[in-house]
Each structure stands twice: as C-alpha cells, then as structure tokens.
C-alpha cells in the first residue's frame, strides 16, 4: 500500500459529461501529480501541485482542470468528456516535489467514457 | 511526449532466468527512475541513479546509466514469476520537469 488514496476506483460515464476525481496524498507530501495512461500514449503527465500552488504543468487539456486544496487532497475535474478520454488517471505525491524525489502512486481512477 | 523509450517492447523468460530491459532517451537529464506496475495497478517505485552515477543495486536489482549514449539499463537477476510486471523508465530532465515516462516493457516470467 503506496499510502496514496484515489477515488473512486472506476467511473463510467458519458460523452459530454463532468467528472471529478479524487487523490489523498501519503501522509506528509506535499507535492502531487496527476498522470494519464493510456494504451496508445502511454503514462503522460498532466499536472503537479505543490502545497496549494501550481508547479508544473503537462499535457492537460483545456477541459480538465485540477486542485490542491489546504488539506492537500487534490481534485482532477475532466468535462466535456469525449471517448479519447478513457484511460487510467493516476495521483501520485511526494515529499516535497523535488526532482531527486521517488513517487508513491495510487492504484488509479479508470475511467470509461461510452 | 515520451522521453524515455524502453526496449524491448516485451519479454518472456523462464523462472531463474535474468532478464534485461532497456531504456534510451533523449535530453540530458538529472535523473533516471525505474518503476514497476502490475496489470491495470498503481506505479511503484524501484530504483532511482543520478545523472552522475553509473550503477546502483538493490536486491535483485541492478542499474546502469550511459550519459554519454543516453541509455540506462535494468537487470533483474533470478527472476520469479512474481517478478511479471510492466517495466517503465522515467526521466528528470535538466530542465526539472516532473518525471517523463516511457511506454514501458512487459515482462513475463513463466514458472
């Protein structure tokens, strides 16, 4: 058990449809990221939040929007979902986001999009 | 966009047998992490070599890092069924960005 928690495990929606996904960071991290995978583009990082503040940011859509809020859980909100946006979302977190740091994964949002 | 890209692409072997797994990228880094996922399971962690490190161990476990030709790679000695996974190498450029996967390798390790 990675200490990291996302909810929920599975989500099926449809197209066109909001959604909001879940991330408890182990305890102590203040850094969280969120990934996408997907079979044909693999793991892709979306964004990384660190004790509230924007860090960085990947490949994320205009469409999906995240954050980090004072308890340091963090929300991924994904709309206008499409089909494309199937796939496996993961949280991770760290101590303190640094670049020398290892990530703790959670086990994953799937989400269906039909 | 990827990074890192592993190869192979999959990797079946017997129980007892090493297995080897590649990883090539393509701007300096400071880092290069290897993670392991079971199917449709959360990422985790396996060993982690700084740009200025050329081999690491951890059990099983054995890194190397080229610089110079931008490849790393995995060794997991005496490998055990347990041991099937997917395989991925993540990289921390210079630039520090968060970690960049690759698409990663398929092990299967048959008992």
């Known amino acids: 058990d990675s200490g990291v928690t996302q909810t929920p495990k599975h989500l099926i929606t449809a197209t066109g449809q909001r959604v909001t996904l879940r991330c408890s960071p182990r305890?102590?991290?203040?850094?969280v990221y969120w990934y996408q995978q997907s079979l044909d583009q693999g793991l892709q990082f979306l964004i990384q939040?660190?004790?509230?503040?924007?860090?960085a940011k990947g490949n994320i859509l205009e469409r999906f929007s995240a954050q980090q809020f004072p308890d340091l859980h963090s929300e991924l909100n994904l709309s206008s979902l499409e089909l494309g946006d199937s796939a496996l979302y993961f949280c991770a977190s760290s101590t303190m986001g640094g670049t020398n740091e290892k990530l703790f994964f959670g086990s994953g949002t799937q989400l269906s999009v039909l | 966009s990827q990074q890192g890209e592993e190869d192979p692409q999959a990797l079946s072997i017997q129980e007892g047998e090493n297995a080897t797994m590649n990883c090539s990228y393509k701007?300096?880094?400071?880092?290069l992490q290897w993670y392991r996922q079971n199917s449709g399971r959360g990422l985790v962690h396996l060993i982690l070599i700084r740009s200025n490190e050329r081999e690491k161990h951890s059990g099983r476990l054995r890194v190397t890092l080229d610089t110079s030709k931008k490849s790393s790679s995995l060794l997991i000695t005496a490998s055990r069924a347990a041991d099937t996974a997917s395989y991925f190498c993540a990289t921390v450029t210079t630039g520090n960005t968060p970690l960049v996967f690759g698409k990663g390798t398929r092990l299967s390790v048959i008992a």
């Open positions: 939040y660190y004790n509230g503040e924007e860090r």
């Open positions: 701007t300096s880094i400071n880092n």
């Open positions: 305890s102590g991290d203040l850094s």
